[in-house]
């Protein structure tokens, strides 16, 4: 009985696949009779109203789809090679623009130092290169690449920028040593040019790190003349620097507890944080005697020069 009952449902699961095939074999013979002879309207015609129209219409509608994702990935493609280019084309442009900043501050650079010479036209000067420094944030001591071979010697002046650099310290063949104005061991006797008094100008990095001065002693200006934004330069009593090269302008003048001198401060000329290249002025400070001092024998009366200016 249960052998009987599954002849019976396979059987009709096979009379519905046959049934499946014959159809499709009468869909397709009925088209190709449709194609051959040419057959339009009548029932082919509903038929295929019903059944092929929409098959048409999704078939239509999903080649569109694909065909506009085909488009889109080949816009998208097309967009990433034109960002690559357009990228490419920026990275070369900006090396150019790089390239261009560079060479024009170094054409400012000597441009700076050209008007510096005819400034100081009087003197002979050897151009040298700054390549290394002290390791701090400010040119207080550093070295350039001329020496004794291209004439430089110990106790010549350096200038940059608008004026005084500092003052040749130690020679070699090839290379100096240049301490600046700014080094905690520098001393420079200056003059203020609008009333011709005297000072001292001391070194320290402390006041160039925290307001970019440096601070004076022993003023004496007993009319008051002098003022914010005069100009100063070296003076004709010191031993070692020549007169008349600017070292900055007064920045603040105090009066000192001894209603006698005055103290206060001057703003730079030279920007000590961005040496690169330097004048060395080959003509040393003729001072009889004084000549012919060391520079340690210099160093060594430091303390002495603090209060007299060198």
């Not at 560079?102 to 054409?107: A, M, R, V």
Request: proline share 2%; aromatic share 8%.
């Amino acid at each position: 009985m249960k052998k009987s009952r599954n002849y019976r449902n396979k059987k009709k699961h096979l009379s519905s696949k046959y049934l499946l095939l014959i159809l499709s074999g009468v869909c397709i013979m009925a088209i190709f009779v449709s194609l051959v002879f040419n057959i339009s309207g009548g029932p082919l015609n509903a038929v295929a109203g019903y059944v092929f129209v929409p098959m048409q219409k999704g078939i239509n509608s999903a080649g569109s789809w694909i065909s506009s994702k085909a488009n889109d990935f080949k816009t998208l493609g097309e967009v990433l090679q034109e960002n690559k280019e357009l990228q490419k084309q920026v990275d070369d442009l900006t090396v150019e623009l790089n390239k261009t900043k560079l060479e024009q501050y170094e054409l400012d650079n000597y441009r700076e130092l050209l008007d510096l010479d005819k400034q100081y036209a009087d003197y002979d000067k050897v151009a040298a290169n700054v390549i290394a420094m002290d390791g701090t944030n400010w040119f207080s001591t550093f070295t350039i690449d001329k020496g004794k071979k291209q004439g430089i010697a110990k106790g010549m002046n350096v200038i940059a920028g608008k004026g005084l650099v500092g003052i040749v310290t130690d020679v070699g063949p090839n290379y100096a040593k240049v301490r600046s104005i700014i080094d905690d061991s520098s001393n420079v006797s200056a003059m203020v040019l609008t009333t011709k008094d005297n000072f001292n100008v001391s070194g320290s990095l402390m006041s160039m790190n925290k307001s970019k001065v440096l601070p004076f002693t022993e003023l004496r200006d007993e009319k008051n003349k002098v003022k914010q934004g005069d100009p100063v330069v070296t003076s004709y009593v010191s031993d070692k620097y020549l007169q008349g090269i600017l070292i900055g302008y007064i920045y603040n003048v105090e009066d000192n507890a001894n209603n006698l001198t005055k103290s206060g401060s001057i703003t730079p000329v030279v920007d000590f944080q961005h040496l690169q290249e330097v004048l060395v002025i080959t003509t040393l400070k003729n001072t009889g005697d004084l000549s012919s001092k060391t520079e340690s024998d210099t160093e060594n009366t430091q303390d002495t020069q603090t209060q007299s200016g060198e």
